[in-house]
């Protein structure tokens, strides 16, 4: 394969002669990619390190591109023409010059907080593999070659779609530097002088037509193939129909389903309080029956769904509706709630909406039976909207 600046970073394993520069190599490892020059003096020949190349490195790192990596052949070659020393010391790689890389210091911190155990611990899986998602393209970068620059694009890279996971990166990663720094892995932690974005960079108004409903709804009956896809099709129904978070429908056990109701603990919710909801005619049918123990919409093995990002970019194929997400079933159900006279309080506690200011500290009625009222209303129109096979679970 001949050598370009753009195929570097998918070269195959093995050594790649460069057709400009005679001698220099492009050595492709299993952890690292080196460049090499072979030249020879007299009757001998030798090889030398001149660098490392590093995939998704940022400019100003010590990676070495080809520009970069022919500069230095043509330099050393001249040197051995001149019959002057050609290495004065040896290459270091850019790991060892800048100590532990970004995904090293992730991975030592989850041991150590792992050792540690105490407050945080349950949530730790979940902040780690945002933060490895996020900066996936920086992983392999030293440490401390990792800018607040860097940080910033990473951080707007996310908002862009997803303001509010953008933000929950950013308080598991400020945690993750501030031990770093604290170990000396890092010079210090500039994630505390640095902004979350918070969701008002992209405001979601988005409110699904009746149109739109009904061919999402149809098109969760549609050809999934796989165990998660038949429990996502389900799933997105539920939420249809309930107006509830994506995760809290996620992670329901039929053990959470009493006489009808659908029970929230404190510490099953985002608003840290119980919630009851009772469940209409059409969410009851999707739900279906099972163990208390058994997830209502299991996926592969029996767990939580995986992959929603490419169930989803499925549905919209099969649905033909774009640029909507889970979160906007909620506003839409929400919208025709308030369309429908409800009282905003009352849309509020159907979506659990932690109360905000005095309000939440003196209001503290469960409102059960008005919450049970609105959904059914809006299930009734739904139903209306679906048309009459609607009440057809899957």
Same mark, same amino acid.
């Given at each position: =394969?001949?050598?370009?600046?753009?195929?570097?970073?998918?070269?195959?394993?093995?050594?790649?002669?460069? *057709?400009?520069?005679?001698?220099?190599?492009?050595?492709?490892?299993?952890?690292?990619?080196?460049?090499?020059?072979?030249?020879?003096?007299?009757?001998?020949?030798?090889?030398?390190?001149?660098?490392?190349?590093?995939?998704?490195?940022?400019?100003?790192?010590?990676?070495?591109?080809?520009?970069?990596?022919?500069?230095?052949?043509?330099?050393?070659?001249?040197?051995?023409?001149?019959?002057?020393?050609? /290495?004065?010391?040896?290459?270091?790689?850019?790991?060892?010059? @800048?100590?532990?890389?970004?995904?090293?210091?992730?991975?030592?911190?989850?041991?150590?907080?792992?050792?540690?155990?105490?407050?945080?611990?349950?949530?730790?899986? $979940?902040?780690?593999?945002?933060?490895?998602?996020?900066?996936?393209?920086?992983? #392999?970068?030293?440490?401390?070659?990792?800018?607040?620059?860097?940080?910033?694009?990473?951080?707007?890279?996310v908002a862009k779609n997803a303001p509010q996971m953008s933000?929950?990166?950013?308080?598991?990663?400020?945690?993750?530097?501030? &031990?770093?720094?604290?170990?000396?892995?890092?010079?210090? #932690?500039?994630?505390?002088?640095?902004?979350?974005?918070?969701?008002?960079?992209?405001?979601?108004?988005?409110?699904?037509?009746?149109?739109?409903?009904?061919?999402?709804?149809?098109?969760?009956?549609?050809?999934?193939?796989?165990?998660?896809?038949?429990?996502?099709?389900?799933?997105?129904?539920?939420?249809?129909?309930?107006?509830?978070?994506? =995760?809290?429908? @996620?992670?329901?056990?039929? @053990?959470?389903?009493?006489?009808?109701?659908?029970?929230?603990?404190?510490?099953?919710?985002?608003? @840290?309080?119980? *919630?009851?909801?009772?469940?209409?005619?059409?969410?009851?049918?999707? /739900?279906? $029956?099972?163990?208390?123990?058994?997830? /209502?919409?299991?996926?592969?093995?029996?767990?939580?769904?995986?992959?929603?990002?490419?169930?989803?970019?499925?549905?919209?194929?099969?649905?033909?509706?774009?640029?909507?997400?889970?979160?906007?079933?909620?506003?839409?159900?929400?919208?025709?709630?308030?369309?429908?006279?409800?009282?905003?309080?009352?849309?509020?506690?159907?979506? #659990? *909406?932690?109360?905000?200011?005095?309000?939440?500290?003196? =209001?503290?009625?469960?409102?059960?039976?008005?919450?049970?009222?609105?959904?059914?209303? &809006?299930?009734?129109?739904?139903?209306?909207?679906?048309?009459?096979?609607?009440?057809?679970?899957?």
């Amino acid at each position: =394969m001949k050598l370009s600046a753009a195929a570097l970073p998918s070269m195959p394993e093995g050594d790649h002669q460069d *057709h400009v520069i005679p001698g220099l190599i492009f050595r492709v490892g299993k952890k690292r990619r080196t460049w090499t020059l072979r030249y020879r003096i007299g009757d001998k020949y030798s090889r030398d390190t001149l660098g490392y190349f590093i995939p998704n490195a940022p400019a100003e790192s010590e990676s070495m591109g080809l520009a970069e990596a022919r500069a230095k052949a043509r330099e050393m070659l001249g040197r051995v023409e001149a019959g002057v020393p050609t /290495v004065e010391e040896k290459t270091p790689h850019p790991k060892e010059s @800048g100590g532990k890389t970004v995904g090293d210091v992730a991975d030592l911190y989850e041991k150590a907080r792992i050792k540690k155990g105490g407050k945080g611990t349950k949530t730790l899986p $979940e902040a780690l593999r945002t933060i490895r998602r996020v900066l996936k393209d920086y992983l #392999n970068l030293p440490a401390k070659q990792f800018s607040k620059a860097d940080l910033r694009k990473a951080r707007d890279k996310v908002a862009k779609n997803a303001p509010q996971m953008s933000d929950r990166f950013m308080s598991y990663f400020g945690t993750c530097w501030k &031990w770093a720094a604290q170990e000396d892995h890092v010079d210090y #932690n500039f994630v505390s002088d640095t902004l979350k974005v918070g969701p008002g960079l992209v405001k979601r108004e988005r409110v699904l037509s009746p149109d739109e409903l009904k061919a999402i709804w149809d098109a969760c009956d549609g050809p999934f193939e796989s165990t998660n896809g038949v429990a996502y099709g389900r799933m997105v129904r539920f939420l249809m129909v309930m107006g509830q978070r994506k =995760m809290e429908a @996620g992670k329901l056990r039929y @053990g959470d389903l009493i006489d009808g109701r659908w029970k929230q603990t404190e510490k099953q919710n985002k608003s @840290g309080r119980e *919630h009851w909801l009772a469940l209409p005619p059409l969410a009851l049918e999707l /739900v279906g $029956e099972g163990k208390a123990n058994e997830l /209502v919409f299991a996926g592969e093995k029996a767990g939580v769904i995986g992959n929603f990002s490419q169930l989803k970019a499925e549905l919209d194929k099969l649905s033909g509706v774009k640029g909507w997400r889970h979160h906007d079933l909620r506003r839409t159900a929400s919208t025709h709630l308030q369309e429908q006279g409800v009282p905003p309080h009352v849309i509020d506690a159907v979506l #659990n *909406h932690a109360i905000q200011g005095v309000g939440g500290h003196y =209001m503290h009625g469960a409102l059960n039976k008005v919450k049970s009222e609105a959904l059914a209303a &809006w299930e009734g129109e739904l139903a209306a909207i679906l048309g009459k096979d609607a009440r057809k679970a899957q």
